[in-house]
C-alpha cells in the first residue's frame, strides 16, 4: 500500500548553504531534501555534508520530513555520502540516476553496512529513458525504497526535447514512471519547474501533476510552495463530496442496495476507495 504520509511539497535546499538549512526550519513544505549533489560545488561537497548531517541530527526541523540527496552511484563521494547518511538517519536517502534494480540493492546494503536506522528509507530519481523503461522492476526492487523521485530536466536533456507547455515530450516517460510506482504500491514525485517567477505556469503543471496521480512536486524555491501544498491537497468540495459517497454507500449497504448513486452518478467500490483515500489524505495534511 502506498504510504498515506503527506508529500504534496518537497523542497531541494543547497547543502553548502547555512542560511538555508536555517531557513528551512521554518517553511511550509512537507519534505526537504537537503542536496549534497547539484547544488553543491565540488569543492565544498565534504564541508556540505558534515553541515546536512548535523542539521538532519539536530531535530530541529518538526513534523518536517527530512532527506538527504547523496551524490550519484558513480561518483568519487556516493560511498561517503552514503555511511554518513546512514550515521545521521534522515527520514530517507535521496539517490540520483538510479537504473536498476541491481542499483537499489546496492544502496540498500551501503546503507545497512552503514548502520542505518530502520526508518531511513531509500527514494530512487528517475532521470533517463533506461529508469522510465524500468521503473517497475526499481520500484519493486526493495521494501526500502518507498519512493520515485522524477528528474524531468535531465530526462527531457537525454531525450533531447525543448520545454513546453503541457510537457507533451516527457508524457511517455512520465507515464511510464507512474505505472511502475502504481504497480509496486509506491509514493512518486513529479519533477521540478525550472521558472520560478512563473507562478501561473508552475500552477499549471501543479494541476497536470495531480491530474496524471503524482503524491506531489518537488520544488526548488519556497515561493513556490503554497500553490504546491494548495493543489496537491484535496479541496473542501472534494472532502464534501468523499463524506457523501461514503455514507450513501454505507447507508445502501445496510438497507440490502444494490444500486448507489449520487448527484446523479452511479457509485461503485472503486468510488468509495478513492473517496476513502481523499478523506485520509485530508487527516494527514491536517496533521
Known sequence: ?????????????????????????????DALILDLEDAVAPDAKEAARERVCAAVLSGEYGKRE??????????????????????????????????????????????ELGGAPEHTKIWA????????????????????????VLGTNDLAKEL??????????????????????????????DGVYND????????????????????????????QLEPCNRIFAPSAAEIERSERIIKAFEEAQAEGRGVVTVDGRMIENLHVDNARRVLALAAAVAG
Not at 511539497?9 to 526550519?25: I, Q, T
Not at 525543448?162 to 512518486?188: D, Y
Open 66 to 111: 527530512v532527506t538527504i540527496r547523496v551524490n550519484g552511484l558513480d561518483t568519487e563521494w556516493h560511498e561517503a555520502d552514503l555511511r554518513a547518511a546512514a550515521q545521521a538517519g534522515p527520514a530517507a536517502v535521496v539517490v540520483p540516476k538510479v537504473n536498476s534494480a541491481a542499483e537499489v540493492h546496492n544502496i540498500e546494503r551501503g546503507l
Open 196 to 223: 520560478v517567477k512563473d507562478l501561473a505556469g508552475f500552477e499549471a503543471e501543479c494541476l497536470q501533476g495531480r491530474q496524471f496521480g503524482f503524491d506531489g512536486k518537488t520544488l526548488i524555491h519556497p515561493s
Open 160 to 189: 533531447h526535447a525543448e520545454f513546453v507547455p503541457g510537457r507533451a515530450p516527457l508524457l511517455g516517460g512520465l507515464g511510464l514512471a507512474l505505472l511502475g510506482a502504481r504497480a509496486a504500491g509506491k509514493v512518486i514525485l
Open 125 to 148: 530519481m528517475l532521470e533517463t529513458p533506461v529508469a522510465m523503461l524500468h521503473a517497475e522492476e526499481i520500484a519493486a526492487a526493495s521494501e526500502r525504497l518507498t519512493v520515485l
Open 1 to 29: 500500500m502506498t504510504e498515506l504520509k503527506p508529500r504534496r511539497s518537497v523542497l531541494y535546499m543547497p547543502g553548502a548553504n547555512e542560511r538555508a538549512l536555517e531557513k528551512a526550519k521554518t517553511l511550509d513544505a
